[in-house]
C-alpha cells in the first residue's frame, strides 16, 4: 500500500470520517477520496494542501517524506505562551477551534467569544462534578445495601 493512501486513510478513519464527509468537507466528490485512497488519482497541489491543513499535518507527512504529522507551529503562534500553543496544535481541539473561527467570521468580537468559551467551561465542568456525584453516589449506594446485606445476615444467623 503506498504512503499516501494508507496515511489518508488512517487519518480519515482516525476522526470517525467517512470517505463523503471528509468529500464534503473538502468540497470534492466521494469518488475523488475514494480514487486517492486507492492510488488511482492523485490530489492536485491545492486539494494536498486542503488535506494537510483540514487533517493539521503536513504535506510532507502525507507524502512520506517525514513521519513527523505534526505541523511546525505557525509563525502567528510564535508569541503564544506553550500551553495556548499546545491547546492550537492538538488535533482533538480542532473542532472548538473551527467552531470559534465561524463564530468569529460571523462578526462577534473577541469579547463575546470569550464569554461564550467561559460559559462552556462553566457547563463541562458542571457536567462532570454531576457526572462524578453520581458515580460516587453510585458506589455508596452499592455499599450501603452490601451493608446492609451483611447485618441482615447477622441478624438471621448467618442465614439470607
Not at 464534503?24 to 486517492?36: D, P, R, T
Not at 492536485?44 to 503536513?58: G, H, I, M, Q, Y
Request: charged share 30%; hydrophobic share 35%; net charge positive.
Amino acid at each position: 500500500m503506498g504512503i499516501f493512501r494508507q496515511r489518508m486513510k488512517e487519518l480519515r478513519e482516525s476522526r470517525g470520517l467517512t470517505q463523503q464527509a471528509l468529500g464534503e468537507a473538502l468540497n470534492i466528490g466521494k469518488s475523488a477520496i475514494a480514487l486517492y485512497e486507492t492510488e488511482k488519482r492523485h490530489p492536485d497541489p491545492d486539494t494536498l494542501k486542503r488535506l494537510a491543513v483540514f487533517f493539521n499535518c503536513s504535506v510532507d507527512y502525507l507524502l512520506g517524506l517525514t513521519d513527523e504529522p505534526q505541523r511546525q507551529p505557525p509563525d502567528h503562534l510564535a508569541d503564544l505562551p506553550p500551553e495556548i500553543t499546545s491547546f492550537v496544535l492538538d488535533r482533538k481541539n480542532h473542532k472548538l477551534i473551527r467552531l470559534i473561527q465561524i463564530i468569529k467570521a460571523q462578526g462577534y468580537s473577541n469579547e463575546v467569544i470569550e464569554e461564550w468559551l467561559v460559559s462552556l467551561s462553566n457547563t463541562l465542568s458542571l457536567i462532570h462534578h454531576t457526572y462524578q456525584m453520581k458515580k460516587n453516589s453510585g458506589a455508596a449506594d452499592k455499599l450501603l445495601v452490601h451493608e446492609l446485606k451483611e447485618k441482615y445476615k447477622d441478624r438471621r444467623g448467618g442465614k439470607e
